[in-house]
């Protein structure tokens, strides 16, 4: 039985010369010169860059150098022809500054050490919470009620608004033809 990382003479990181012999939209289709054997080259194996129509880069009957990168346990081979480029390289970034906390004021605590992020937010969250749960003890925290009282509110302003717009556009009146003169 043969392993996992060769097939037929051929063995992952391996480079073999290849011909395309057939293209599709998400890969090509290539003969292994060394072996006769068929492997694939998936379309994110192309290039560092993007690809968005194989025929760009290969067309058929092409000859490639291509890696092999894995050999799964039915023998299907997939190739390479990106890594057989260099990467490009990344432009650098200038290195962060450490972020310093602050306080509502927008000023540094004295002792920022016990003020983070994290903490001061829900800190100011939980005291608005408090705050609001004191002034208005007859509301209760029942998602249900909140939301009937949401809605009760809202269909309000909305027949209030349509109220306005149907006065203002005059609807609801008598409208007359001829701009309202009679003949």
């Not at 011909?19 to 010169?33: D, H, K, L, N, S």
Request: glycine share 8%.
């Amino acid at each position: 039985m043969a392993e996992l990382n060769t097939s037929a003479g051929v063995e992952v990181g391996e480079v073999v010369d290849c011909t395309v012999e057939q293209i599709m939209p998400y890969g090509a289709f290539v003969r292994i010169t060394k072996t006769g054997r068929k492997g694939m080259i998936h379309i994110s194996e192309l290039s560092y860059s993007f690809v968005k129509d194989i025929n760009t880069v290969l067309k058929a009957q092409d000859k490639v150098q291509a890696k092999v990168i894995k050999i799964d346990e039915k023998g299907r081979i997939d190739l390479s022809l990106k890594q057989m480029q260099t990467p490009p390289e990344r432009p650098s970034r200038p290195p962060r500054r450490p972020v310093q906390p602050q306080d509502t004021n927008g000023r540094p605590p004295k002792d920022y050490r016990s003020v983070t992020r994290e903490n001061r937010g829900m800190r100011d969250f939980r005291e608005m919470q408090s705050e609001y749960r004191e002034a208005n003890p007859e509301e209760s925290d029942s998602f249900e009620k909140k939301m009937a009282s949401f809605l009760k509110a809202s269909e309000a302003k909305i027949t209030d608004l349509n109220t306005r717009n149907s006065a203002r556009s005059g609807r609801g009146g008598v409208r007359r033809r001829n701009g309202g003169r009679d003949y």
